[in-house]
């Protein structure tokens, strides 16, 4: 089983829809979660991070958490054609040198 | 803040010769930094994890003695691939780590686009 495993897609919305995003993860121990963008050619962008159940927005994003159930979701609001691109989740588990675990991705196209 | 900067951004080069890439973190220093390659259409793959003062921690089926990996200081680490052959040719990223504990965040570096003719 994947540590953390994410829809590859791709994932097609018209402009101004809400695109939504999500991640499961294996470890419960997990204790912070991170979403990156990245565009193609070039090196993922931090664009979220969150630590604890529940939401967290900023700006036209919000990332969601819910431990419980090992999920962690990104919401894109009024999508924008520059929103497409991969979208990586990103779960540290606490432990160890390298600790953060990252899916694989999910392409994300907005449509004009 | 947290700017991970890579140098250099793109490098060509005959099959045979090393190429080195630095990664530096500009505005924080990290004890750790890792080494990432991508090809194309494919998820980040990590190559191996860099601690200052100590050797790297390489990843199963990458060779320790074909990436060469030293972080010197809190602020830089180096990757060289020796004897590079065309199958080397890929997109070498690498990250930094804020300071350790349950927040802390990788924040990665443009990368180094390297073809090897």
């Known amino acids: 089983q994947k540590e953390v495993e994410q829809n590859s897609g791709p994932l097609s919305v018209p402009e101004g829809a809400i695109a939504s995003l999500n991640c499961t993860y294996s470890?419960?121990?997990?204790?912070?979660f991170f979403w990156y963008r990245q565009y193609s050619g070039k090196s993922p962008e931090l664009i979220m991070s969150?630590?604890?159940?529940g939401d967290k927005e900023d700006g036209r994003f919000t990332a969601q958490l819910n431990k419980a159930s090992q999920y962690v979701s990104l919401l894109i609001r009024d999508s924008q054609p520059s929103d497409s691109a991969t979208y990586l989740c990103?779960?540290?588990?606490?432990?160890?040198?390298?600790?953060?675990?990252f899916g694989t991705g999910t392409r994300l196209t907005v449509i004009p | 803040g947290a700017v991970v900067s890579q140098h250099p951004s793109r490098v060509i080069c005959k099959s045979g010769t090393s190429v080195k890439i630095e990664c530096r973190s500009l505005?924080?220093?990290?004890?750790?930094m890792f080494w990432y390659r991508q090809f194309p259409k494919q998820s980040l793959m990590l190559m191996a994890t860099?601690?200052?003062?100590?050797?790297?921690?390489?990843e199963q089926g990458v060779e320790k003695d074909k990436f060469l990996i030293n972080h010197a200081s809190l602020t830089l680490s180096t990757l060289t691939v020796t004897s590079a052959h065309p199958e080397d040719s890929s997109f070498y990223i690498c990250?930094?780590?804020?300071?350790?504990?349950?927040?802390?965040?990788?924040?990665f570096g443009p990368g180094t686009r390297l073809t090897v003719l």
């Open positions: 990250s930094a780590r804020t300071s350790g504990g349950s927040t802390d965040t990788q924040y």
């Open positions: 470890d419960r121990g997990s204790q912070s």
């Open positions: 969150i630590y604890s159940n």
């Open positions: 990103a779960v540290n588990n606490g432990g160890g040198a390298n600790n953060l675990f």
């Open positions: 505005d924080f220093q990290a004890t750790t």
């Open positions: 860099s601690n200052e003062g100590s050797k790297a921690t390489y």
